[in-house]
């Protein structure tokens, strides 16, 4: 089969990433002639054809059609005809929806800034329903949209136009799980939160953790190569995932389930669909390591007078606390109005610039809080943190945890975002949001950096009143 590759967006249009945020939780475009997420324009006629309407409840406010907003065009791919929603039926019985009504959710983004307009979702339940599906729309011609749990933050998961949205929502099985490896076989349409209570039974837990994992899918998760909150403790899906399942544009099955940690059978194809956002198949199933549950944690929560004492604490975190570092996330002050102002979480130490928050995971809790207290009392006494608070109890945890996880929800309260997640050196990460506050100055609301240390990555989001020109050429 030839990939048929077109020109990308405009680099202002989306962003294509794997960001830890609620939106590295879907798998993104996949093309029947698998071209890449590519902008298309109406062509032909047809009942099922997009037309400038909409059935957007009236108790949110319309998002404006991607192609009108954008200068974008169709490709000439296939109109969804009769026939071809016929055919489909047979495919997966009763899981053909063409209710505008319910369609609807589908075709918006989480943050409601983009909007598709499909007429067809399809909802398979494995493998070889994928299959008939994606080879039928690649002899038709008919572009498909994966999407997972559509909680992506640069509008990958959903249609730009009339393109079929192919649902995983329904491959939710647990394949099988190893008491004794950790090892997780399931399907990619299962939520990462249901995989972390099913694995944490077993004393075992994911290792991969996201804001989202209420509502993402493992397989969008891998598609977009998420990183997430324990990424410096267990590092990338690269290293954990041990096998996938993945059907390609043509309904080509590519089965790797493979449960060696070592094997050198042959090229290590599993590695070009992790972070492939769709591009070059649909994931279907997962094989996935999953490290022991820790038996002690803890988590700090401290308030810094600067961001360079922000990277003195990580370096003395690394340095003093060692294998039992799990995180080191850091927040501005104005994260911190923002979740206090909109969410109602009080923050729980003095005011201060920013704030710091670190989880250690080990396996014994006298030997962790002793690490714990020796690093606590010399950043304290050195003057790199002025403030801080201590919780060992899992209510108290979660309550610390989610003044970090809760921003983007408090961000999307406040106005309308734009997200910026970028990667640079670790000594030049706030630079990014000092520059953008004197370039916007006061036609923003808001500025803001927050992220994760480990991996040099701030995510920095601008808050307007409204959709601005001088941010988006659109």
């Known amino acids: 089969m030839v990939l048929h590759l077109v020109s990308r967006w405009p680099v202002w249009l989306f962003r294509w990433q794997a960001a830890y945020t609620p939106g590295a939780s879907v798998q993104q475009k996949t093309w029947a002639g698998m071209s890449r997420a590519a902008p298309w324009g109406i062509v032909g006629t047809s009942p099922l054809v997009c037309r400038h309407s909409s059935s957007t ?63 067809v979702l399809l909802r398979p339940r494995t493998s ?44 939710n099985q647990v394949i099988s799980f190893h008491d004794v490896s950790g090892i997780l076989v399931c399907q990619a349409g299962c939520v990462l939160e249901e995989l972390s209570q099913h694995v944490e039974q077993r004393d075992f837990i994911m290792p991969l953790d996201l804001g989202a994992k209420g509502s993402c899918h493992i397989g969008g998760n891998l598609a977009t190569n998420a990183g997430g909150l324990r990424f410096l403790r267990y590092g990338s899906l690269h290293g954990n995932v041990l096998g996938l399942e993945v059907v390609l544009a043509d309904g080509t099955i590519l089965s790797g389930l493979t449960s060696l940690r070592k094997d050198n059978t042959g090229y290590d194809l599993k590695q070009l669909f992790i972070g492939s956002e ?175 240390l480990e991996f040099s990555q701030v995510p920095s989001r601008v808050v307007v009143s409204r959709k601005a020109s001088f941010l988006c050429p659109c």
């Not at 409840?57 to 009769?82: C, D, G, I, M």
């Not at 690649?138 to 730009?160: D, F, I, K, Y």
């Open 57 to 119: 409840s009236s108790r949110a406010p319309e998002v404006v059609l991607t192609h009108k907003r954008y200068p974008v065009q169709r490709l000439p791919f296939s109109v969804v005809s009769e026939e071809d929603l016929a055919a489909f039926e047979r495919m997966v019985p009763g899981r053909v929806v063409t209710d505008p009504e319910q369609l609807e959710a589908s075709n918006v983004d989480w943050l409601r800034t983009v909007r598709g307009c499909s007429k």
């Open 128 to 171: 070889e329903e994928v299959s008939r599906i994606l080879r039928y729309c690649h002899e038709r011609n008919l572009a498909v949209n994966p999407q997972g749990g559509n909680t992506g933050m640069v509008g990958g998961s959903v249609p730009v136009f009339d393109e079929i949205i192919l649902s995983t929502a329904l491959m």
């Open 278 to 452: 769709g591009t070059l198949g649909v994931i279907t199933a997962v094989s996935i390591s999953c490290p022991p549950k820790p038996k002690a944690v803890n988590v700090a929560f401290l308030g810094c007078p600067g961001f360079a004492e922000v990277l003195q604490t990580f370096s003395s975190c690394k340095a003093m606390l060692g294998e039992i570092l799990s995180a080191f996330e850091f927040m501005d002050a104005e994260c911190m109005q923002l979740v206090g102002h909109h969410l109602q979480l009080a923050s729980p130490v003095q005011e201060s610039p920013f704030y710091v928050l670190i989880e250690t995971s080990g396996s014994r809790a006298e030997h962790d809080a002793e690490k714990l207290s020796s690093f606590l009392e010399q950043v304290l006494g050195s003057g790199l943190v002025t403030d801080g608070t201590l919780a060992t109890d899992q209510r108290k945890i979660k309550a610390l945890w989610a003044l970090r996880e809760r921003i983007t929800e408090a961000l999307s309260l406040d106005g309308y975002v734009y997200k910026y997640d970028v990667s640079l050196p670790v000594e030049r990460l706030y630079g990014l949001v000092t520059e953008l506050r004197a370039r916007v100055g006061p036609r923003a609301k808001h500025v803001v950096g927050y992220g994760h």
